[in-house]
C-alpha cells in the first residue's frame, strides 16, 4: 500500500555533507513512524534515525547523534536525512522505512514498508 523511493545516495570525501530523500506514496502517514536504516557489507542493517510522522519528534542512532538530521515535507510526503560531518564509517546502503504506529525504538521487524535502498560510500 506504501511506496518510498530513495534518492541522494552518491561518492562523497570525508568531512562532506550529503542529502538523502525518501519519496512516500499510497496512504496518509498521520499514524506512521518513517525510519532510516542503514546496512553495510557483512554487518547487520542498523538504526540510524527515524521520526514520527505526525509530531516530528525524532531519535537518532548514537553512531550519528549532532551529525545528521530527519526532517519531514507534509506538502511533499518526503522525509530527509541531512547527512553532515560525514565518515568513512558512514559508508552502507541506507534505507527508509515506514510502519503505522511503529515508534522512535522500533526495530527493523516493525517496520511494514521498506524501499530499495541508495548507496552512500564516504572516501578518505
Known amino acids: 500500500q506504501v511506496q518510498l523511493v530513495e534518492s541522494g545516495g552518491g561518492l562523497v570525501q570525508a568531512g562532506g555533507s550529503l542529502r538523502l530523500s525518501c519519496a512516500a506514496s499510497?496512504?496518509?502517514?498521520?499514524?506512521?513512524?518513517m525510519g532510516w536504516f542503514r546496512q553495510a557489507p557483512g554487518k547487520e542493517r542498523e538504526f540510524v534515525a527515524a521520526?514520527?510522522?505526525?509530531?516530528?519528534?525524532?531519535r537518532y542512532a548514537d553512531s550519528v547523534k549532532g551529525r545528521f538530521t530527519i526532517s519531514r515535507d507534509n506538502a511533499a510526503s518526503t522525509v530527509y536525512l541531512q547527512m553532515n560531518s560525514l565518515k568513512p564509517d558512514d559508508t552502507a546502503v541506507y534505507y527508509c522505512a515506514a510502519g503505522s504506529f511503529v515508534g522512535l525504538r522500533g526495530t527493523t521487524s516493525q517496520y511494514d514498508y521498506w524501499g530499495q535502498g541508495t548507496q552512500v560510500t564516504v572516501s578518505s
Open positions: 521520526i514520527l510522522w505526525s509530531r516530528g519528534s525524532t
Open positions: 499510497g496512504r496518509s502517514f498521520n499514524s506512521y513512524t
